[in-house]
């Protein structure tokens, strides 16, 4: 399984971008696909989740209202969507597929099997 984030971008305070994630290879219904983002000197941080069957999603709550994850299973494809964008959501934001995962462990990092490059967003203030 490949995964391939695109979308990221520098972006005024208040902006909004929308992430995409291509996923390739083979894929299961009960895969979870999944948003996580990395701050310089900070820990990975999870952002969101969805299941490929359509379980979830899954926000974090300090992201909620402002992001929004989204699937489209024909196209594997997985997006999200970030509104009224703040400077502390400079990050690269990863994409990641996780087999075998129960809701409890959506959020943890370690359980993910597939992850891609990830994206750079910069907000400004």
């Known amino acids: 399984v490949q995964l391939q984030a695109s979308g990221g971008g520098m972006v005024q305070s208040g902006g909004s971008l929308k992430l995409s994630c291509a996923v390739s290879?083979?894929?299961?219904?009960?895969?979870?696909m999944s948003w996580f983002r990395q701050a310089p000197g900070k820990e990975r941080e999870f952002v969101a989740a969805?299941?490929?069957?359509?379980?979830?999603?899954s926000h974090s709550d300090s992201m909620k209202g402002r992001f929004t994850i989204s699937k489209d299973n024909a196209k594997n494809m997985v997006y999200l969507q970030m509104n009224s964008l703040r400077p502390e959501d400079t990050a690269v934001y990863y994409c990641?597929?996780?087999?075998?995962?129960?809701?409890?462990?959506?959020?943890?990092?370690?359980?993910?099997?597939?992850w891609g490059k990830g994206t750079q967003v910069t907000v400004s203030s």
């Open positions: 990641a597929v996780g087999r075998r995962l129960i809701l409890s462990s959506w959020r943890d990092s370690d359980k993910y099997d597939y």
């Open positions: 290879g083979p894929t299961f219904n009960s895969d979870v």
């Open positions: 969805i299941r490929r069957s359509g379980g979830g999603p």
